[in-house]
């Protein structure tokens, strides 16, 4: 079967077109981390969800800080990523999921591994399939040292695929994704 490169060209030229008129600028997101107009485009279909969900033995069960857990059985060559809140809903320990009320506050610390953290490397982003949306500009005002503490910050309800990165000063990256559920809806 021949590729459809007409309509490959169009779903592009609507990515880049039609998408950034309806993505706030970083400057404007008035606390939102995802703004409601952005949660149309990344919040997670059933199907989605389901895509993501790996049930392990403790799915289900809120947990303090699982990623200690997650450490042992996976230990990453980069900087550890250690998220305080909001509170896990599973140990699964390649699909952790967040459970939070918006607004919600997020504690996440990284680490030393190998090697000091380089903050400056640090990637959050949301996404759904090929839609990727950097939430890095919107986070970097609540970094303090090696720790990441926003708090009353705003989502909108929903599901969402969000990605952490963050390197070392030797290079060596952790990259990990979560999927957050979020209620209570601001708009």
Same mark, same amino acid.
Do not use: C
């Given at each position: 079967?021949?590729?459809?490169?007409?309509?490959?060209?169009?779903?592009? $030229? +609507?990515?880049?077109?039609?998408?950034?008129?309806?993505?706030? $600028?970083?400057?404007? =997101?008035?606390?939102?981390?995802?703004?409601?107009? *952005?949660?149309?485009?990344? &919040?997670?279909?059933?199907?989605?969800?389901?895509?993501?969900?790996?049930?392990?033995?403790?799915?289900?069960?809120?947990?303090? /800080?699982?990623?200690?857990?997650?450490?042992?059985?996976?230990? %990453?060559?980069?900087?550890?990523?250690?998220? &305080?809140?909001?509170?896990?809903? @599973?140990?699964?320990?390649?699909?952790?999921?967040?459970?939070? @009320?918006?607004?919600?506050?997020?504690?996440?610390? =990284?680490?030393? @591994? *190998?090697? %000091?953290? @380089?903050?400056?490397? !640090?990637? /959050?982003? $949301?996404?759904?399939?090929?839609?990727?949306?950097? !939430?890095?500009?919107?986070?970097?005002? +609540?970094? #303090?040292? #090696?720790?990441?503490? $926003?708090?009353?910050?705003?989502?909108?309800?929903?599901?969402?695929? /969000?990605?952490?990165?963050?390197? #070392?000063?030797?290079?060596?990256?952790?990259?990990?994704?979560?999927? +957050?559920?979020?209620?209570? #809806?601001?708009?």
């Amino acid at each position: 079967m021949k590729p459809n490169y007409k309509f490959s060209l169009v779903i592009l $030229a +609507f990515i880049y077109a039609v998408i950034p008129g309806k993505i706030l $600028a970083d400057d404007q =997101f008035d606390n939102f981390i995802i703004t409601p107009e *952005e949660a149309t485009l990344l &919040h997670l279909s059933d199907a989605d969800w389901e895509k993501w969900k790996r049930l392990s033995p403790g799915a289900g069960v809120p947990s303090e /800080v699982p990623e200690m857990d997650r450490i042992k059985k996976m230990p %990453p060559s980069g900087p550890i990523i250690i998220i &305080h809140k909001p509170q896990y809903v @599973n140990y699964d320990i390649e699909d952790p999921i967040l459970y939070s @009320n918006s607004p919600m506050d997020l504690l996440v610390v =990284f680490e030393k @591994n *190998e090697a %000091p953290v @380089n903050i400056k490397s !640090l990637n /959050v982003w $949301a996404e759904n399939g090929i839609i990727k949306k950097s !939430l890095t500009n919107r986070l970097i005002s +609540f970094i #303090d040292g #090696d720790t990441l503490n $926003a708090e009353s910050i705003k989502f909108p309800s929903g599901r969402f695929l /969000v990605g952490i990165s963050i390197s #070392d000063t030797i290079g060596k990256e952790t990259r990990k994704k979560y999927r +957050f559920l979020i209620t209570n #809806d601001n708009k």
